[in-house]
């Protein structure tokens, strides 16, 4: 099936006639009939019907003689899933069925969670939505019971499981939103994106982070905004060309707007095929920074220095008209919709999936003339379920004193991503470390003494974290210097702070202040962004303050040295974060990629100092 797949027909059915002919000298009938429904399929995909039907009659005439029951369950499922392409519902009701019976019967979860959902996605093709809903919902609950057994599994299994789970979540949102179900549809998308980063949370915490799939047991979502203060919290979803928005007040109210499907003109003019594109361009321009005003904390190619060959950056600085347009469409339809619901300080941001890459603070009310970030403070949190759970966390479990500082680590000549590379050295980072250490009254750890051991010694008993130093601009992971014992080159695992690192040990901070190139970045998946701040979070950091891009040196100098001084006074993070943004535009930074960088992720925490 690789060639069908790969939209190759011809070899398809070369090779599927083969195994069909083999499988007949061998006399195995189990071969013979899922080679004979593959065979279906390609028949299908070129649109040779009558071919696919005699295949699929032949294939349930051989399955019946075969006797295994789980190759019968799978031929049933495929059966069903040809005979709805050729508009035989109901034949296609009875397939699915006799797969759904048989799987369940012989406790084959996975053919049964995918005949269930193909039975929801018949069921709406006929307008038969209450019975849809009821198979939606036992499908999603068969995907929790699957992914429970995965735990602990390969990483391709769970990923194969999270490509094939996203699915009935988003059919299952949409299927509400539709019929009116707006609070319902809001435990659907909890449920679907707060489950694994919960549970690691809760793991740490020694609490209970279940989140039921029974519909029945939906209850007190609106109870984790009751506890927020002067904050509105806006969550957000999207599935190809439109954005659903809820937005839930401090009272406990929830609101439900959706956008119009975007025109297709629209996303033809940026050169994409529905809005995730627009959320992926739209912090593209603030990636490289003018080398002139950027030491860069990137560890990448780009901006360290091959031994064999001198790499040049692409350096590029102010925003493009492009993407003033693509910011212009994230507010039209993030923010536009809802704009009379926010009507606190403060507005508590749960992303979706690639919307995590808009610069929230950078979205611009064009007729006011605002820039979102000078109207509110701005937090993310990855689900409202990992916000109850921070809020909820022991009261003795995060350390009230102590703090680590660390700034320019001499990395030196390292092996990277398989080369070998010099990472050079950032003053700059080295006298914000300073600065920093001073206004706390920490000794900062620099240079050679910023090791990777000495860092994750220190991580288990500090209050407060501040790294500055180079990051990898996949997944953010932060370059340290090596405990040199030998003679040898230092391997990654010999300086790098990777997310397993961080994974292994108790974080006990309230605030991890990540002041590197991309800390914010990671892979993009359905439950958020994973990378070294979500690592953070995970191991029981309370807040993380993460950079979205490459950080311009004078500009964050400023802003850290604001942000530090108003936190030393007692006001909270998020606070802390807003007046030094408001200060650098007030005095000589306009440009948007130097003051929009840095997310508060997690709780608005605040310090005695």
């Not at 920074?289 to 030491?295: F, G, H, K, Q, Y």
């Not at 010099?422 to 750890?445: N, R, T, W, Y």
């Amino acid at each position: 099936m690789v060639f069908w797949n790969l939209k190759k027909n011809r070899q398809a059915k070369e090779h599927l006639d083969k195994a069909v002919g083999v499988s007949i000298a061998i006399g195995n009938k189990e071969l013979e009939a899922r080679a004979t429904v593959s065979l279906a399929h390609v028949f299908e995909s070129v649109n040779d019907s009558q071919k696919a039907k005699e295949h699929c009659e032949k294939a349930l005439t051989i399955n019946r003689e075969s006797g295994n029951r789980e190759c019968e369950a799978q031929v049933y499922l495929s059966v069903g899933l040809l005979s709805q392409s050729f508009g035989e519902y109901d034949k296609a009701a009875y397939y699915l069925q006799k797969a759904c019976s048989i799987s369940s019967e012989i406790g084959h979860k996975m053919t049964d969670f995918q005949s269930l959902l193909h039975i929801a996605v018949l069921k709406i093709s006929q307008f038969e939505v209450v019975e849809a809903l009821e198979y939606l919902f036992q499908g999603i609950e068969k995907y929790e019971q699957i992914r429970t057994l995965q735990k602990g599994n390969s990483g391709f299994e769970i990923s194969l499981l999270e490509h094939r789970g996203t699915f009935p979540y988003k059919l299952l949102t949409h299927l509400l939103c539709d019929t009116g179900r707006f609070r319902d549809a809001l435990y659907v998308e909890e449920l679907g994106r707060a489950r694994v980063l919960a549970q690691l949370m809760a793991d740490k915490y020694s609490s209970e982070s279940h989140i039921s799939a029974d519909p029945r047991s939906w209850f007190g979502i609106e109870n984790i905004a009751r506890r927020e203060s002067n904050c509105v919290s806006l969550y957000i979803s999207y599935e190809d060309r439109q954005v659903l928005l809820w937005v839930l007040k401090a009272n406990g109210d929830i609101f439900f707007r959706k956008t119009d499907q975007v025109k297709i003109d629209t996303l033809i003019a940026e050169q994409v095929c529905e809005v995730e594109g627009v959320f992926k361009k739209s912090a593209e321009c603030f990636g490289v920074l003018p080398a002139a005003n950027c030491e860069d904390r990137s560890l990448d190619d780009k901006v360290t220095t091959s031994l064999h060959e001198e790499s040049q950056a692409n350096l590029r600085g102010d925003e493009t008209k492009g993407t003033g347009r693509s910011h212009h469409l994230c507010y039209e339809w993030i923010v536009a919709p809802v704009a009379d619901l926010l009507t606190e300080p403060e507005i508590i941001i749960v992303p979706d999936r690639f919307s995590y890459r808009v610069p929230f603070a950078a979205l611009r009310d064009e007729q006011a003339g605002k820039y979102l970030s000078e109207k509110y403070r701005i937090r993310i949190v990855p689900s409202l379920t990992t916000l109850r759970l921070i809020q909820e966390s022991p009261a003795d479990y995060h350390s009230q004193t102590g703090g680590l500082v660390v700034g320019d680590p001499t990395v030196g000549k390292v092996q990277y991503n398989g080369r070998l590379i010099d990472i050079k050295p950032l003053f700059c980072a080295s006298k914000e470390a300073e600065m920093v250490g001073q206004l706390l009254g920490v000794q900062p750890l620099l240079g050679r003494r910023a090791t990777k051991q000495a860092v994750l010694q220190a991580i288990p008993s500090v209050s407060l974290i501040h790294l500055a130093a180079h990051g990898n601009p996949e997944r953010g992971e932060i370059a340290l210097s090596p405990q040199c014992t030998t003679n040898s080159t230092p391997q990654e695992e010999d300086y790098l702070l990777t997310m397993s690192d961080i994974e292994r040990v108790q974080v006990r901070a309230k605030l991890v202040v990540l002041s590197c190139c991309h800390s914010g970045r990671g892979l993009v998946k359905k439950e958020g962004v994973i990378g070294i701040a979500r690592a953070f979070l995970a191991s029981g950091a309370r807040s993380v303050l993460v950079a979205s891009w490459a950080i311009e040196d004078q500009a964050t100098a400023k802003l850290m040295k604001n942000f530090y001084k108003h936190l030393v006074r007692g006001e909270s993070a998020s606070e802390s974060l807003y007046r030094a943004v408001q200060w650098l535009r007030s005095n000589g930074f306009s440009k948007p990629s130097q003051w929009a960088p840095f997310v508060l992720m997690g709780d608005n925490v605040t310090f005695i100092f």
